[in-house]
């Protein structure tokens, strides 16, 4: 239970409500809708706190739930165009010729990493994007902690290759 471990919502929202987002946003690349299902998320923590049960991190948990309330809202909305494939806006700071460089080399990951079959690309999505730990990504996949370990590095290998024949 939450209250065991002497945390307020607002303290776990403060700590862990930025992962939920860059998660959700790693999977939606839409800000808009990440935050929507990053409150949606901590609304549905705050209902139901006694579904936490202390056999995982609290992060994970909320992990969890929000990669059901993503799953609630694709079926709401059907005709949402398919995130995974969209691209995100570059930074407009850098130098023209460094941002083209790093938008290709970006653009290419992002297409590679979204030809990866499932499990892969949704464990690298919760590496890279999300920042868990192979122990977190074992429990939001109802997995253990070596299968995410295991197959983050086939995925990451499956990756590289693919990028490797690209440059040839």
């Known amino acids: 239970m939450i209250e065991d471990e002497r ?4 303290e776990i929202y403060q700590r862990h409500a930025q992962a939920v987002y860059r998660y959700l946003y790693s999977l939606t ?4 809708v990440a935050e929507e299902l990053t409150q949606e998320t901590f609304y549905q923590a705050v209902l139901h706190p006694e579904r936490f049960n202390g056999s995982c991190k609290i992060r994970t948990w909320l992990c ?22 969209a691209d995100s806006p570059g930074n407009a700071t850098q ?12 653009v290419d990951l992002l297409k590679k990493l979204h030809d990866c079959p499932e499990p892969f690309r949704e464990i ?10 192979f ?4 429990d939001v996949m109802g997995k253990t902690e070596n299968w995410a370990r295991v ?9 590289g290759k693919e990028l490797e024949k690209d440059e040839r």
């Open 7 to 10: 945390q307020s919502m607002e």
């Open 29 to 32: 690349h839409d800000a808009d």
């Open 64 to 85: 969890a739930i929000a990669k059901n309330q993503l799953a609630v809202y694709r079926r709401k909305h059907p005709q949402v165009q398919d995130w995974e494939t």
């Open 95 to 106: 130098s023209a010729e460094s941002e083209v460089l790093n938008q290709l080399a970006r």
């Open 124 to 133: 690298m999505y919760l590496r890279i994007f999300g920042g868990c730990s």
């Open 135 to 138: 122990r977190e990504i074992g």
């Open 151 to 159: 197959n983050y590095y086939r995925g990451k290998e499956k990756l």
